[in-house]
């Protein structure tokens, strides 16, 4: 299926955009810099502080913190966010993007006011949950119906959607979830400009003509390191001086320095603890082999893929988070079968073995980045979901409590928002 994607041509009079999320992450910033730089976007952006990433300084953009309120209602973790509803006066306001979870339960209100205030909404969100079930699946198909446009991280999970039934094309857009790749660029291209350093740094941590697998991010059970390590126990009489060099920190450390003690691999295990200057990543990246990321993989995925590293990850979709669709199978990395630490040893070897293969993965690896999964085209989408909410805008609230009362007063579970 193909997805309306073009951005129509803006008018003189700027569109007053106000997008809500639950914080202001590093990562995040750079595409709301790009977007309010747009001719005719007037950027808001007002955040929470949800705790899950540290809120950075909105350097280059309008931004307003808001207060949001999390608890529990049978087990499950619920917010109320008043920004959803209290920025959608259309005296200040054309269009509005919010946080699409089932989790809001200001969400419906939210999207209910914007729509008899005649502004415009956009929800953008994953589209579904890594826990998913009916109830959630079902609210979540039932918010949509409340907003003008719907705004995806990735094609698959937009194309499912359509498949469902659950709206028409003209009405959902794809932002392709990317990294501001510009100090990855700049530091790759510093470090292969100076061979002599970057000879100095392999001969320093005895990277020099070894494999070596990296892995950088959380240490968190669900992204299985165990898997790499039982993996790399599977791999040492095929490659004895091979050696996993994991950065990051989390609540994993200790069972994860106890396992590679107990298989015997402690020597080629290396806790080299978290690094945040891309400066300091770049030299292990430029090192490495491949990138390894077992299960969970995100926007790590693009990281390794900014410095042209293939990346070794499970094949169930459904463990993964949206840049998994940057991956191709034996294109820019390699997929093993999930919870397999046969397969998983398979495919790190395939690498280590052929020198063509790495290389092969590692060029289209790059081209990803550089070509496909940029910060434009990332910003392309929003711009093109935020454009034609302005032009939906204005339409009877009667058409929203239709809605409503036909969609999910039938079904009042779903109300719980679970």
Not at 3 to 17: E, G, S, T, Y
Not at 175 to 185: E, G, M, V
Not at 273 to 291: C, K, Q, V
Not at 375 to 380: A, F, I, K, S
């Amino acid at each position: 299926m193909s997805l309306h994607q073009a951005v129509p041509a803006h008018n003189d009079k700027p569109i007053r955009v106000v997008i809500q999320q639950p914080n202001l992450a590093r990562y995040r910033l750079p595409v709301y810099q790009e977007l309010a730089k747009r001719p005719g976007i007037d950027l808001h952006l007002v955040y929470g502080d949800d705790g899950t990433v540290p809120n950075v300084p909105a350097d280059g953009i309008r931004a307003t913190m808001s207060h949001m309120r999390s608890f529990r209602i049978l087990g499950s973790e619920l917010r109320w966010h008043e920004a959803q509803l209290a920025w959608t006066d259309p005296k200040n306001v054309d269009v509005v993007v919010l946080s699409w979870s089932s989790r809001y339960l200001s969400l419906i209100p939210g999207l209910l006011r914007a729509r008899r205030r005649g502004v415009g909404s956009v929800l953008w969100g994953h589209g579904y949950s890594k826990a998913e079930t009916g109830l959630k699946s079902t609210t979540r198909h039932r918010m949509s119906d409340l907003a003008d446009a719907l705004l995806f991280y990735n094609h698959t999970t937009a194309n499912e959607f359509l498949a469902q039934g659950a709206s028409k094309p003209e009405r959902v857009f794809v932002a392709l979830n990317a990294l501001d790749q510009s100090q990855i660029s700049a530091q790759r291209e510093a470090w292969l400009a100076d061979p002599a350093r970057l000879a100095a740094f392999q001969s320093q941590h005895e990277l020099a003509g070894t494999p070596n697998l990296l892995f950088v991010s959380r240490f968190d059970h669900r992204n299985r390191v165990d898997l790499l390590l039982e993996a790399a126990v599977r791999l040492q009489g095929r490659f004895p001086r091979l050696v996993i060099n994991l950065v990051g920190r989390g609540p994993e450390e200790s069972n994860l320095r106890a396992l590679a003690r107990s298989l015997g691999i402690a020597s080629k295990v290396r806790f080299l603890g978290a690094i945040y200057e891309e400066r300091d990543l770049a030299p292990w990246f430029l090192s490495a082999t491949a990138f390894v990321y077992p299960s969970n993989i995100g926007l790590s995925l693009l990281h390794a893929f900014g410095y042209g590293v293939p990346v070794i990850t499970s094949n169930d979709r459904s463990a993964q988070n949206p840049e998994f669709e940057a991956l191709g199978h034996e294109v820019n990395g390699l997929t093993y079968p999930a919870g397999s630490a046969e397969g998983l040893a398979e495919a790190i070897a395939r690498v280590c073995e052929s020198g063509e293969t790495r290389r092969a993965l590692s060029t289209n690896a790059y081209q990803t980045t550089a070509q496909e999964f940029t910060l434009r085209r990332m910003v392309d989408g929003m711009e093109a979901a935020i454009r034609y909410a302005a032009k939906q805008a204005g339409r009877s609230a009667l058409i929203g409590l239709s809605v409503i009362s036909a969609r999910l007063l039938a079904e009042p579970a779903a109300w719980c928002m679970l």
